[in-house]
């Protein structure tokens, strides 16, 4: 049976909680930088600062301009922007990443402040593949190497080639998808990093190293120098990692795992998210140590943590860097300037199940929460919904005077539960909690709680649903739940979203 689920630790693992797989870090001086994959959602490729490793804040979006970043509607889910590389370098950022919609590729984007703006593109039609990583050689030579794993030479200011790509490592004998590469020069050595094994509960970490960026590469003895495979330990599927060293010397990875929960064979309803490991080296070899829910003492003091914004009002002219939207997000379907303090969205046709439908939200980062929102929709549909894909999602939804619960899981979509309510805004709700037998061996992750707030601020249950059907697990791909707001008919708006983190589980709603 897997490992019971503690609640989620402050300080400590996953150091980004919630749906921020792939991350790719560098340090400038005393700051750290991270970004990370974002698949099918607008704005792509999400930044984040830190001063320890531990607290960040995301300052931004790489990719925040249809000019950068175009995710047509037939894309599937979990299609879209993979695996980002952030360095930087002769005093710029540079971001290497792969657009595998149509029409997409790997591109190059850089900025001089990692908040942005971010350039315009740079193709580069001669990299083949995903998961790009740059590196330069001290004359300024620059290597572009990708899953496979492959590398070529790059001039990464035009996107232009020199010669065809040549393979490097295949990594460890019978390991399938040798992926997400990143070159280091360390010491009297190039360092190949890789991930391997497969995203799912068989990834982990190798690495080898040679005497030029091109090898020949001699693979490390003690590889993989990490994996969870095979073990009951409460953060699976670690890998794609990065390697950092910090300004007193000590060396950091940072890598994506899962934490499964509920019974056989475990369920992660979050995403792949970031977590920390600290580093040392022995004969010339990197040697990792635990990825632990609670992290080892650090060799630095711990910078105040960034303060939580749970309630958005949306009084800014613009949405704040959290919020992500499908494919795209244009203004004359997602605003908050056309009724000031209110975020407008305007349907364009569809449901939830397709891939055009107008939905704004924020990735769900805690194991137990609550979410809420004020929405006006009499001029239209809208409501909350929990998202994995088309496919897979739980919605509280309003019309008129009738507020529907729905539930759609594969082929399976059916409006679980009704409830008139008064004409006028509503106040709809979504409550994650542990499900009331945790332990058991057929029992899901959670329960998603979808309910409408009475004006004595109790909340009235529709339904609640099984967690599993809202998984990684169940549903396939790469991404996480995100909790967010939608139209589907005409015009609805939403006064507010709060967002709060809850300890597991909750009270009883009212009947």
């Known amino acids: 049976m897997p490992a019971p689920r503690r609640p989620d630790p402050r300080p400590g693992n996953p150091v980004i909680p919630g749906f921020h797989p792939d991350p790719s870090v560098c340090r400038v001086g005393d700051d750290y930088y991270l970004a990370c994959s974002s698949f099918e959602y607008f704005p792509g490729v999400p930044l984040f600062h830190s001063r320890d490793l531990v607290h960040w804040t995301q ?24 695996a980002p590389t952030l360095r930087h370098h002769d005093g ?78 295949s990594g460890g004998p019978g390991a399938k998808a040798p992926e997400a590469p990143h070159l280091y020069r360390i010491g009297d050595y190039w360092y190949l990093l890789i991930a391997e094994g497969g995203t799912e509960r068989g990834h982990g970490v190798s690495i080898a190293r040679g005497r030029t960026p091109a090898g020949p590469f001699e693979p490390c003895p003690a590889n993989p120098i990490l994996t969870h495979r095979g073990t ?102 997602c605003t908050t300037e056309e009724r000031p303090g209110w975020l407008t969205l305007r349907a364009r046709g569809g449901s939830l199940d397709e891939p055009d439908v107008v939905f704004t939200g924020r990735r769900q980062q805690h194991l137990a929460c609550r979410a809420r929102t004020l929405v006006d929709a009499a001029e239209g549909c809208g409501g909350l919904a929990v998202r994995l894909d088309e496919r897979h999602h739980y919605a509280i939804e309003v019309s008129g005077t009738e507020v529907r619960a729905v539930a759609r899981a594969g082929s399976l979509r059916t409006v ?88 597991g589980r909750t009270e009883a709603p009212s009947p």
């Not at 931004?60 to 993979?82: H, K, V």
């Not at 599993?468 to 909790?483: K, M, P, Q």
Request: proline fraction near 12%; charged fraction near 20%; hydrophobic fraction near 35%.
């Open 59 to 82: 300052i931004g979006n790489a990719l925040d301009r249809p000019e950068q970043l175009r995710l047509p509607p037939s894309m599937p889910s979990s299609g879209g922007i993979y």
């Open 92 to 169: 710029r950022f540079w971001l290497v990443v792969t657009n595998c919609s149509e029409g997409g590729g790997n591109l190059i984007v850089t900025a001089t402040d990692p908040a942005g703006p971010w350039s315009d593109p740079i193709w580069a039609p001669g990299v083949p593949g995903i998961d790009p990583d740059l590196v330069w050689e001290e004359d300024g030579t620059c290597w572009c190497t990708v899953a496979g794993v492959s590398q070529v030479r790059l001039d990464p200011s035009t996107g232009r080639t020199y010669g065809t790509p040549h393979r490097l490592w």
């Open 232 to 333: 009951d330990h409460p953060v699976q599927n670690t890998g794609h990692a990065d390697l950092v060293q910090g300004p007193d010397g000590s060396w950091w990875m940072v890598l994506l795992g899962v934490r499964p929960g509920g019974g056989t064979p475990g369920w992660h309803v979050l995403g792949r998210e970031t977590f920390l490991a600290p580093v040392t080296w022995v004969d010339a070899w990197p040697v990792v140590g635990e990825v632990a829910l609670d992290l080892p003492e650090l060799p630095w003091p711990l910078s105040p943590g960034p303060a939580e914004e749970r309630r958005d009002d949306f009084d800014l002219a613009g949405l704040r860097p959290p919020w992500i939207s499908l494919r795209d997000r244009p203004a004359e379907h």
């Open 416 to 503: 679980v539960a009704t409830r008139s309510v008064p004409a006028g805004p509503v106040v709809l709700a979504v409550t994650i909690t542990e499900p009331p037998t945790p332990h058991g061996p057929c029992t899901g992750p959670d329960v998603v709680s979808l309910g409408v707030e009475q004006p004595d601020g109790t909340i009235t249950e529709l339904a609640a649903l099984d967690g599993r059907y809202l998984s990684t697990e169940v549903a396939g791909g790469f991404t996480g739940r995100v909790i967010g707001m939608y139209a589907t008919e005409g015009t609805a708006r939403f006064d507010w979203f709060d967002y709060e983190p809850l300890d």
